[in-house]
Every structure is written in C-alpha cells, then in structure tokens.
C-alpha cells in the first residue's frame, strides 16, 4: 500500500491550490539543497516571479520553516536578506528495523540528529522491536517543548522488504521470523503514536540520507551501495532518489558475484559484513565486536584487510555492470563500518577498477559517502520532510499540505 495518495505525472493538469503546494515545495527544496539566498536569487533558480517568491518567502517565515538571515549591503541596489531553512521548523523520527538491531533517530528540518536510540539483537522479534520503539518515542517527546512536538510531521520505519524470509541469513529458526510475514509497521506503530508513518526500503534511505545530507547531490546521477550486515543500494536519477515501482529500485545484494574460492554467489555473499562475520567465527573469534561502539576492528585488523580486498573486487564487479546499465557520473561506497576502512574500501575500488574489462563504458567516479551507519534510519526521518513538504522531482504534484 502506497504512503500517499495516487499522484498525477506532470503532464497532467493542476489546480491552483496543487500549484501553489508545488511551487512553496519547490522553495523549500531549493533552500534545503542550496543553503541560505535571497529572493532574488530564489526567483532566478525556479523561474518565478519576484511577487511570487516573495508572497511564498513570507508565508513560509511565518510558518516558522524558514529563517531571516542577516542583511546584505554594499551591493548595487536594494540590500538582500538571505533566506535559510528554519532547524526548528520541522522534525521528524526515523527508524531502521535491520536484521541485527533497530535505532530510532529524531531528526530536525536540517538532518541534524537531536536523539538517537539503538537496540541490539541476535534477530529481530516485533515486540521486543516495537516495545522499544514506542518506549524511545515517550522517552524523547518527554524532553521536548511543547511547539517540538507540534513540529513533529512523521515517521519514517526503513527495513528491508520481506524481513521474515532472512531467517536462515541471520541464523534465527525459521518460525522465529514469520511474524513479520503478515505484519504492517504502520499499523503497530498506529497503537501507540498518531504520527503519519512512511515505510521504505532501508539501502534506499540510505541512498536518500547520503543524497539530502551527504555529498553525492553534486552528481546527476550516481548509484550507491551501502555495506552493512547485508549489502544494499539505491540509485540517483536527475537529481533525485528513484526508489522503482516496488519501492526497491537499486536491491543491489542479488546482482551475480565471484567468491573469493571462485564459486558463483550474490553480491550479498561476497560484499557484506556478514561474510567477514562467517569468517571471523572460522576464526573461532567473537564477532560481536563487529557491532560494538565505539567501533574498533584493530585487534582484527589482518582479517579486515583480506576481506576488504575480497570487497572491492567484488564492488568493482558490480559498479561496472551496473554502469553498462545506466551510464552513471559516480558510485558512492558507504557502509556501518569504521570511517578509516570505508576510504580503504574506496581507494581499493579504484584501484581494481582499471583492471577490469570496461571495454565499451566510461569507468565512473568511485567516492566515499558521509553518513555512515546512521544512513538507513537518518534517510528514513527524511521520508516524511519530502513527502509532506519538500519535492521529489520523480513524484510530480503532490497534494496540498
């Protein structure tokens, strides 16, 4: 079931009401993405009249999403005051429900995280998982102000789709997990918080976080992996997060791969966390540690380095043939591990990609993300701020706040 009403592509027609939704979205999505300008520069960008950047400017202040700046003199003609997203203006809840542990995340109109709150698990058991979401829901609205938590527009719940058929992935009993089969997160989430909640798959909230608050909004186009306890991804198409007809465009674990013994696997085999897991129990050596925080995998480190070389291989593989797909500007590699070995992991990835057969493609820019292992919770508090607020440009109209 979709989160929002049945929305008309643009080539249909609007009324005035949707226009004037769309263009206060537009404003919004201009100032979140391009930092603070002054309504002159805010007509220039979106090809709107001056009296009509100025009536949006002015009801948005007063709305409280967005903030005054200070005045800008010693320029030809009229100073400027520059106009910014307002932080206080909206917040938002995010929350990851993965395979290992669950976090929740309350997060401002600008991404910054105001609370977070993480549970750890062997597999996850709804009521233990949405016992603790509704206990860090009470315990961080007790420490807001009242006009806070009027601001508060939603919910977003990322997890991966079809949780229940991971059991033997994770090493939970199959029966463990198939509560999850017939399970809604918005309808447990409904018993005990009126927020709207939005559901969406958790690689591709990373892929949103990485592109709303991250680095990877300066390409057109870009596909992203994440490496967590199992690989995912996300793809960026004109600017904006394509999440596909299913809500799983860029699920990028079951693309073909090698294992290092030269067998055929999935990405997912050859690319996660839970690979260096299997081994490092090989190993006989406790792999929690993996998950511990602060994290601090140095006591592994020879481990570590074999299967980040294992790891770039195989991402390297994969962003080659995901490229002849899609000719994409970037691939962006981020992933719940230690910052230090995400830029190995990057600089590994160059490196092998020269040795691949590109025959025929343009082998693309491989960058390191900046979100981490907040991603998939921070890119679901995002949910929310876009659906009601921001615009998607692969979304077309929405319907009036």
């Known amino acids: 079931m979709s989160d929002m009403p049945e929305i008309r592509p643009y080539t249909s027609g609007a009324n005035q ?11 919004l999505s201009v ?9 002159s520069e805010m007509a220039r960008r ?7 950047v100025s009536v949006i400017l002015r009801k948005l202040e007063q709305d409280g999403l967005i903030a005054r700046g200070e005045t800008q003199k010693g320029r030809v003609g009229k100073p400027s005051v520059p106009m910014s997203i307002n932080p206080e203006g909206l917040f938002s809840y995010g929350v990851k429900i993965g395979r290992r542990s669950t976090d929740l995340l309350l997060v401002d109109f600008c991404g910054t995280i105001r609370a977070q709150r993480h549970l750890r698990y062997r597999y996850p058991q709804p009521r233990e998982v949405f016992g603790f979401i509704e206990a860090s ?10 006009d806070q938590r009027e601001r508060i527009c939603g919910i977003g ?7 229940w058929r991971w059991h033997a992935q994770v090493g939970a009993p199959k029966a463990s997990l198939e509560a999850w089969k017939e399970l809604d997160p918005r309808q447990e989430i409904a018993r005990f918080c009126d ?3 939005f559901v969406i798959n958790d690689a591709t909230a990373a892929c949103r976080a990485e592109h709303m608050f991250g680095g990877s909004r300066v390409w057109r186009d870009s596909i992203y992996f994440f490496v967590a306890s199992f690989i995912g991804g996300g793809v960026v198409l004109n600017n904006s997060v394509y999440e596909g007809s299913h809500g799983n465009a860029g699920a990028l674990g079951p693309l073909p791969s090698r294992r290092a013994d030269g067998s055929e696997g999935r990405l997912l085999d050859t690319a996660s ?3 260096l897991e299997r081994r490092l129990v090989e190993a006989e050596i406790d792999p929690t540690l993996l998950w511990q925080q602060p994290q601090d995998w140095s006591r592994i480190a020879g481990h570590v380095d074999l299967w980040l070389q294992d790891t770039a291989a195989a991402l390297a593989r994969a962003a080659l043939a995901t490229c002849a797909v899609i000719d994409f500007q970037a691939v962006v590699i981020d992933g719940a591990m230690p910052t230090a070995l995400r830029g190995r992991l990057v600089e590994l990835m160059r490196a092998e990609l020269p ?3 590109a025959r025929g493609l343009i082998c693309p820019s491989v960058q390191e993300g900046q979100i981490g292992a907040n991603a998939s919770a921070l890119g679901a508090a995002a949910k929310p701020l876009i659906a009601l607020y921001l615009l998607d440009s692969h979304k077309g109209f929405a319907p009036a706040v």
């Not at 100032?31 to 309504?39: I, V």
């Not at 979106?46 to 009296?51: A, H, P």
């Open 195 to 197: 927020l709207q909640v």
């Open 137 to 146: 829901l009470r315990e961080i609205s007790a420490d807001l102000t009242q």
């Open 273 to 275: 966390i839970r690979e």
């Open 31 to 39: 100032l979140h993405q391009d930092g603070a300008l002054p309504g």
């Open 157 to 163: 719940v990322a997890t991966p789709f079809d949780l």
């Open 17 to 27: 009401s949707e226009v004037r939704a769309h263009n206060e979205r537009l404003m």
């Open 355 to 357: 040795h691949l057969d």
């Open 46 to 52: 979106t090809g709107l009249s001056s009296q009509t």
